[in-house]
Structure formats: C-alpha cells, structure tokens
C-alpha cells in the first residue's frame, strides 16, 4: 500500500522466532556463545537472516562501550599475502559478529602511526597489524593510554610486548634445507628482499645463516635484491659464484619467488635443470609452473583466524593476560622444482 512503512524487526521478534529468550539473542549478537549449543547458534542465525534483522550498533556500542569492529592495519596490500590473511580475519570476524576496518601503510612507519590513532579515535575494540615494525614503543603507549588491544599478524616486535600470531618458519627451513641437501644440491642461494625493519624477513635470513652451515658445511650464500641493481644481475653473480655444481634457490618469500621466476625466463634458465627452486609461500601459480615449484606453504589464513581469535579473548575474557607468541606450523610441498 502507498504511504505504508515497514514495521522495523526488533529483538523480541527475533528471540520469538526462535523460540530463545531476549537475553540469548542479545548474547549472540555480542559473540558471547559460552552455554550456547551449536544448534541454537545456526537456528539464532537462520531466524535473523530470514526476518531481516539489523542490530543497532550505535545503541550497543553506547551502551557495552564496544562498536563491535576491529581494525586491521596492513604493511602492503598488493603482496598476495595480505587478501590471503585478511580472508581469514574477515571470516573469523564474521563468526563472531564482528566488522573489520582496512588500511594499508604501504609499509610507512608514519603512515602506520596515523591510522592506529584514527582507530582508536573511530573507537574499535581491538587493532590486528601486520606491522612495518617501527613503531614498537609508539604501540605500547597507545595500548597504556587508550587500553585498545594489539594483535601482530606474522611480523613480530622486538620483545613480546603484544600477542603475536605467525608460521613456524624457522622449523620448516630447516626441513627444507635438509631436503635440498638430501636431493645432492651442493650449493643453496638464498634470496631475500631489503631487510629493513620486516621481522619476518630478517628472522628468516638468519635462521639461513644459522641452518646452512649446519646442513651443508660451509658458508651460507646470500643474495639480496634490491631496486638499485637488476634482478637478473643478482642471479647471474649466484650462477657464477656456483660454477659446474648442482645448485638451488631459495626464496624469503613469494614475491620474491615471481621476481626470480621472470629473471631466470630472461636468462632462459629453467628448473630443476639449471637451477632447483625452493619457494616460501604457495600461491596457487606455483603449482603451474615447470611442472610446480617446490614451496614451503604457510598457514596464512589461519594465522588471521587465531588473530581474531586471540582478540577475541583479550576483549571478552582477559584483556592484561601476558602476551603471548602463537606459531602455527608451515608443511613443505615438494614438487618437480627440486
């Protein structure tokens, strides 16, 4: 009928439905599924998505002092890694009524400040970073000011001042190095993007230094690719500093596995014949090239599932628990590039 408006569904409606109390649909909506059944949780879910209903979350931000949204900070949106990661914190954020707010620091350490202040500003409840790793002290005093949780997202601090969620690479290097040497390479590359302040990238870099020796009795050989001088330069002086030997490379990362990838098609050097190939990270291409790259697969998206889990726990149960360092394990997948 013209002129008719809607009646808006509200709370009683939706505990009528489904045939549960006002109070259990208000613990739902606010992630709190302690004593709840799974079976009452997906009939709860089923009942407000049919009846269209829309909590208001001003009324409940104003009322629990929670907006229900995280904020998630990226160090660089364009790697592949970041979708992966923010796949898994977006479907852990759903589960348990929660929104996520996205910015990207293209790796700024000012830019990076900026956006936790105009979080935290914007009133989440809670910050997951893939930090750029500069901003440690500047973290903590936020955190003792504003009492709004961190989470690292596989970049860590210096010391264990926050909760901090990563692969166990350093396990699943030496695994790999030990399969590289088991094959009969002699010599083993590894290549690794400027350092700077990335964690992960200096962790792996000297877990290298540290494992080679180790495994193959000599010096660790390392190449580092930097914008000053061409990819395929850098390649060239490892083929040379490995003359007539059955040699490999290993990559800190994918992006620098697809840098590599398209020098050595510069170069015409294919794998496993001219060169084995020992990839960190997994994306879906790797499969498809040379018969598949051997690659060292790491769990990022369930590192951003335990993020939010973890946040989770900070809000809802023990927001001055100790910190805690939570790594989740890596699997080598070997294929024709070794």
Partial sequence: MAGHKKQKVTIIDVAQAAGVSKTTISRYINGKFEFMSDESRERIAKVIDELGYRPNNLARSLKSKETKVIGVIVADITSPFSPILLKGISDSCERYGYRMLIANTDDDASKERDYILSMIDERVDGIIINTTGENEEFMTKMYNDSGTPFILADRMARDLVFDTVRAADGAAMYRALHHLHDTGYEHVGFFVEKLKSSSTRVHRYEVFHKAYPEIFGEGALFYKLDASVPDVSELQRFVAETEDSKRAIMTVNGVVTMRLMKAM????????????????????????????????????????????????????????????MIELPCELIIRNST
């Fill in 265 to 324: 098609w510069q170069l015409g050097l294919h794998a496993p014949e001219d060169m084995g190939i020992c990839s960190f990270d997994d994306w879906d291409w790797m499969s498809l090239v040379d018969g598949g790259l051997t690659a060292v697969a790491q769990p990022t998206y369930r590192v951003g599932c335990e993020c939010v889990k973890r946040m989770m726990y900070r809000i809802h149960h023990n927001k001055d628990a100790m910190p805690k």
